[in-house]
């Protein structure tokens, strides 16, 4: 991961949120070799044609960062391009191509698909209970604007009356004249 401009905008903040302080110490606490051993059996090999698959220990990193988080797939993606910090502990730089939600989704699926994801959570847990410690998953919260139908009140607040005045050209006379 290659330092840019923009990884280098928060280098000289002082004071560290929640979050850094939490995904610095996962960064200390986690088996990250442990993890990555059980993965790399079943992980796609980069080298043959095609598009070259993320290097494995950014897809675990996302990976928990999306059970810590509780993060849906789109969500996922979405916090990746958004937050930094997120972006940081998954080791991508400003530079690197961020994973779409169909490989995050992809990867997710290989995880359950050999029973991986049961086994990582019960390692990551048996490590942090060795040292005494345990995790709570939180959320980031995510507000969503939602289309509200359109008020039947004006301005200062009384009941706007419509009128069922047809259309100027409308005639009920079979002939098209005006009654």
């Known amino acids: ?17 929640h979050r850094e302080i939490f995904l610095a110490e996962m960064e200390q606490v986690v088996p990250w070799q442990h993890l990555l051993g059980l993965i790399a059996p079943h992980y796609p090999v980069s080298g043959r044609p095609g598009r070259q698959p993320y290097a494995l220990a950014t897809m675990l990193r996302i990976h928990l960062l999306q059970q810590w988080y509780a993060l849906s797939d789109p969500a996922m993606e979405e916090a990746l391009h958004e937050i930094p910090t997120l972006r940081r502990f998954a080791h991508l730089g400003g530079l690197d191509n961020v994973p779409d939600e169909t490989t995050i989704l992809n990867f997710r699926r290989l995880l359950e698909t050999h029973g991986l994801a049961a086994r990582m959570l019960e390692a990551v847990n048996a490590h942090l209970a060795r040292k005494g ?12 604007l939602i289309a509200a139908p359109s008020s039947t009140k004006n301005a200062d ?10 259309d100027a050209n409308w005639s009920d006379h079979a002939d098209g004249t005006a009654p």
Not at 133 to 144: F, K, M, N, P, Y
């Open 1 to 17: 991961m290659q330092l840019t401009f923009g990884d280098a905008e928060g280098l000289g903040k002082r004071k560290q949120t």
């Open 133 to 144: 410690q345990s995790l709570q998953s939180g959320t980031i919260v995510d507000a969503t």
């Open 157 to 166: 607040g009384s009941a706007i009356v419509r009128t069922g005045m047809p």
